[in-house]
């Protein structure tokens, strides 16, 4: 079992900026796709980002390309999210998340990943 846990979720302004960590616990021995998903109320959950446990290669929603850049230590099992002009569409609850990387890719669907954590709230005012 991995247990993962989001911190940095917050109240910004349309414009500001906001960097969130997720860090990894229990069964970190193997490798992992880790994915940042997010849920805006009423909505369903959408892909945000994923990297390799390399970091060699990292996808990215259209929504945010540009504005948010993921990267990880797995030194420290932590995988952070800047995000950058945050807009008031980047409202939602963000959820990490890891995939073993024998059955999934960066462009894996959410059901591909086996470990989530209990979300961070992003709030993003105009």
């Known amino acids: 079992q991995v247990q993962l846990v989001e911190s940095g979720g917050g109240l910004v302004q349309a414009g500001g900026s906001l960097r969130l960590f997720c860090t990894a616990s229990g069964r970190t021995v193997g490798t992992y796709i880790m994915g940042w998903f997010r849920q805006a109320p009423g909505k369903e959950r959408e892909f945000v980002t994923a990297?390799?446990?390399?970091?060699?290669?990292?996808n990215y929603a259209d929504s945010v390309k540009g504005r948010f850049t993921i990267s990880r230590d797995n030194a420290k099992n932590t995988v952070y999210l800047q995000m950058h002009s945050l807009k008031p569409e980047d409202t939602a609850v963000y959820y990490c998340?890891?995939?073993?990387?024998?059955?999934?890719?960066?462009?894996?669907?959410?059901?591909?990943?086996?470990?989530w954590g209990q979300g961070t709230q992003v709030t993003v005012s105009s």
């Open positions: 998340a890891a995939a073993f990387e024998s059955i999934a890719t960066i462009w894996s669907p959410a059901r591909k990943y086996a470990y």
């Open positions: 990297i390799t446990w390399s970091s060699s290669m990292t």
